[in-house]
């Protein structure tokens, strides 16, 4: 098969390893890719938010399926379009990725279906959403309704704060993203991202992961896109798969089938754990990042026959391997992420990292330059390993961090550090 996957960061990475790992693979191309995917896929420049080009590049060189890494193309209806043209693509259509692109939906589609999750309301005016708060007190969390990048959501600890953010949205802080406010109740526990795969009627855990999603060590400092994940999520029990899947994924399944969405693509829920068990927090429609990668370091059937499958509406049919070890990834960031990045500082020592067993350098944000490579975005590398449990796979990632020399990037040094605390605990 030839393959076109769409995106440039770690989880495209992670994908296309996996992808050229499959004997169905003939051919792979990747919009618009980076040095560490050149080592695996022919890179293509083309302007995905053209999906005139996409289809033209998909016709020509019989491309027949098409990957999306990032939610954009999918919130934009890359899919739709393609599908239309009778090519092949994993991925949901913009009706189905509006789970992701509209806070607002999803929170109405919970409401409609009884899928669990915090109390809301929302709102299209600062009075309006601030009546709201006011009525229902700190802490309370705010968001834009829209793709915001990770950057729409105040977790407001004091009403100051709430009604702060609700004029923040509406003053255009995140552009269009904040023309409606989603105000949401604000729920206590422990949170867990849990994948799975969907072919329109048919969803199938992919397992589970927790990210780290502020800047510095001891959960501190501004929001990033994930500092360093680790997979599986141990408060992800079984039975707490079990109940996620019945309370929460089928629920959504069978009510985007209703409404005349039916899901297919990966279903990536955001879930807080609380003592009343799973509530959704969010969902995505596409793989994390970085939690794709310790997903796919322990994924040990083909990727590309579980992706056929889905598109074809099989998923019945098919079921899943696992490694039993747990994976983490500690991402190297530039100086200066999330907020002010400075790029180009050289990295070297890659090389001698490649036939390490149990360890993938995945590349983020890097680029060629003048023969060298060096770091061209804010995440730049995710340092990955597998291990017998999470201390050892973190001991072996900090170690292999410990061999490249690239003494501008800088990292957390306590990913997996709840996951270390309850193996110490238990030990
Ligand atoms: P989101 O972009 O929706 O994933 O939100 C970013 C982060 O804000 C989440 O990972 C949570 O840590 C936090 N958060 C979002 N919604 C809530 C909520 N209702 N209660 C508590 N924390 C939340
Ligand atoms: N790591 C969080 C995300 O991909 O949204």
């Not at 693979?25 to 302007?47: F, H, Q, R, T």
């Not at 977790?155 to 552009?175: H, P, R, W």
């Not at 068990?277 to 310790?294: A, M, S």
């Not at 993938?360 to 990955?384: E, I, M, P, S």
């Amino acid at each position: 098969m030839k393959v076109l996957l769409i995106g440039s960061g770690g989880r495209e990475h992670a994908l296309a390893w996996k992808l050229t790992a499959s004997p169905l693979l003939s051919k792979l191309y990747c919009a618009p890719g980076n040095p560490g995917i050149a080592e695996l896929a022919e890179l293509v420049s083309l302007d995905v938010s053209d999906h005139q080009a996409v289809i033209a590049f998909c016709k020509e060189k019989v491309i027949d399926l098409v990957i999306v890494g990032p939610e954009a193309p999918l919130v934009a209806g890359l899919a739709d379009d393609l599908r239309a043209q009778n090519i092949r693509i994993f991925g949901p259509s913009k009706a189905a990725a509006q789970l992701e692109g509209s806070k607002g939906f999803t929170k109405d589609l919970c409401a409609r279906f009884d899928i669990p999750t915090g109390a809301y309301g929302r709102f299209n005016n600062a009075p309006k959403a601030k009546a709201y708060i006011r009525q229902q007190g700190a802490p309370i969390v705010v968001k834009a309704d829209g793709l915001a990048a990770g950057k729409g959501v105040v977790v407001a600890m004091t009403l100051d704060e709430a009604l702060n953010a609700v004029d923040a949205c509406f003053e255009g802080a995140f552009g269009s993203a904040g023309a409606e406010v989603v105000v949401e109740e604000f729920l206590d526990g422990e949170e867990a991202s849990f994948f799975c795969i969907c072919d329109g009627k048919t969803a199938l855990p992919l397992g589970s992961a927790q990210d780290h999603k502020r800047v510095g060590d001891g959960d501190t400092g501004v929001n990033t896109g994930g500092m360093g994940a680790y997979a599986p999520a141990p408060v992800m029990t079984a039975q707490m798969v079990e109940r996620t899947m019945r309370e929460l994924i089928e629920p959504t399944m069978c009510g985007m089938s209703e409404i005349g969405a039916p899901f297919s693509g990966v279903l990536f829920a955001g879930l807080m754990i609380t003592k009343d068990g799973p509530k959704l927090i969010e969902y995505n429609t596409r793989f994390g990042d970085p939690e794709c990668q310790v997903l796919m370091m322990r994924l040990e059937s083909d990727l590309l026959e579980i992706i056929n499958a889905a598109v074809d509406g099989r998923l019945d049919e098919v079921s899943l391997d696992w490694k039993d070890e747990p994976a983490l990834t500690v991402v190297m960031a530039a100086p200066g992420y999330p907020t002010d990045v400075k790029k180009g500082s050289v990295i070297s020592g890659l090389e001698a990292l490649e036939d390490v067993d149990g360890v993938k350098v995945f590349h983020a944000g890097t680029a060629q330059k003048d023969g060298q490579l060096v770091a061209n975005g804010g995440r730049v590398l995710n340092v990955t390993a597998v291990a017998r449990s999470v201390s050892q796979a973190q001991a072996k990632a900090y170690e292999t961090i410990r061999k490249i020399d690239w003494p501008e990037g800088f990292y957390r040094s306590d990913i997996g550090w709840r996951a270390v605390e309850r193996e110490k605990s238990a030990s």
